[in-house]
């Protein structure tokens, strides 16, 4: 068994510390005047077992210092023994009420209630993080270890939402390591997935390929839902590279897919949350990016009616953008003005990322069509809701439904 200073010279490390620095920054007991410091030989007397730490609150202060777990050391108010929170709930209930949690976030995202979802997300961070530091994994590591991959996907997605595209990025970088250590296909192909599209939204084609393909290999050996997530991605970085066949490939392998699952919304036991109104939504807008905008058209009788079947509100706000961006493809001014209006008066409650779309479409048609009435009248009309058409440049960022 392991000493406790085998745990302090851990967490020292962790942090980058030297035993001087340590030693620097220690708490002293109050019985010895409290404060600060004492000698670096007395750290290396607590590190190698010859020197105990006595006073109960000077190893919180150390804990606390390190950030290290309190139940590492013994101080977390639980029942190692049988699992039980001392006047709380049993360990395996409070994690099925934060995988509950996790689920109602994902279900609030599809149906477009960002700030209730974020409220949820912010309350599970803190039951979370009281988790990290406080309670042992009491045998379920792996378990805790997939609910933290999985609530690290879903700040990614939200932080995407509100356009800090840099902080998804390091979540979805947390999620990775997370899926590593556990080395499941599923975890590794959504993790893989989600580097993947970052990079798409980058522009970076090539490593966005390269994650997305890593990913497609991952998902042959996870549930079939995965397959049908990854390839829908994996579409749309296909167009995105001007590949025509094998975006329509891998869509096509998407929904092939999707038909062999029992729902529409793809839900299997490692929590998939996808549609296969969202397949189309991805073959809708890859479509654009190859430069078939009457294709995207002709697909929108479909799209719709599964939407409404699926009641997947989100993805169905998003779709006016795909339309209005097919109609200034083809120069139809009033029609895409039509579908620009309806999106931009749906963006305010799907947050500043999908703003940042409207206002790409928006900086086009002014461009190309600024003494249209109908422009004008959009921008005026834009600009009673607060909306400044003057200078739009610096909200252009890729990306659409699937996000």
């Not at 404060?35 to 607590?46: A, F, L, P």
């Not at 290999?217 to 590279?241: I, M």
Request: proline fraction near 3%.
């Amino acid at each position: 068994m392991r000493h406790l200073g085998e745990i302090i010279r851990e967490y020292r490390q962790r942090a980058g510390l030297t035993q001087a620095q340590l030693a620097a920054r220690w708490p002293k007991s109050e019985r010895f005047g409290g404060g600060e410091g004492v000698s670096w030989k007395y750290i290396q007397d607590i590190e190698h077992g010859r020197k105990r730490i006595e006073d109960p609150e000077t190893l919180r202060k150390v804990c606390r210092l390190l950030d290290i777990p309190l139940w590492r050391v013994g101080l977390s108010d639980v029942d190692p023994f049988n699992g039980t929170l001392l006047s709380s709930l049993p360990f395996r209930q409070c994690m099925e009420l934060m995988e509950l949690t996790l689920r109602e976030i994902w279900l609030l995202r599809k149906a477009a209630l960002l700030e209730e979802a974020r409220r949820t997300l912010t309350c599970l961070q803190q039951v979370l993080a009281s988790f990290e530091k406080e309670i042992p994994p009491l045998g379920d590591e792996r378990r805790f270890l997939r609910l933290l991959s999985d609530y690290f996907c879903a700040q990614g997605v939200l932080a995407i939402d509100a356009r800090h595209y840099e902080q998804a990025r390091l979540h979805y970088q947390r999620m990775y390591q997370l899926a590593s250590q556990l080395n499941e296909p599923a975890l590794l192909a959504h993790a893989l997935m989600n580097l993947g599209v970052e990079f798409d939204r980058q522009g970076d084609t090539q490593r966005s390929l390269a994650f997305l393909e890593q990913a497609r290999d991952r998902s042959f050996e996870a549930p079939k839902a995965w397959g049908v997530l990854v390839h829908s991605y994996l579409s749309r970085a296909y167009a995105r590279a001007g590949d025509a066949r094998r975006f329509q490939q891998a869509n096509d392998t998407a929904l092939r897919l999707s038909s062999s699952l029992a729902t529409d919304f793809l839900e299997d036991a490692d929590h998939v949350y996808y549609t296969v109104g969202q397949i189309l939504a991805e073959r809708s807008a890859g479509y654009l990016l190859i430069g078939q905008p009457r294709q995207t058209l002709a697909l929108r009788q479909e799209i719709s009616s599964v939407l409404q079947r699926e009641r997947s509100v989100r993805v169905a706000f998003w779709m006016p953008l795909d339309w209005a961006r097919a109609y200034l493809l083809l120069g139809e001014v009033e029609a895409c003005v039509s579908e620009l209006r309806v999106f931009t008066h749906q963006a305010a409650t799907m947050g500043a990322h999908a703003l940042g779309q409207a206002h790409e479409v928006l900086e086009m048609l002014i461009e190309n069509y600024r003494d249209v009435q109908v422009v004008r009248d959009l921008q005026e009309e834009l600009k009673d809701q607060g909306i400044d058409t003057r200078d739009i440049s610096h909200a252009r960022q890729r990306g659409g439904p699937g996000s």
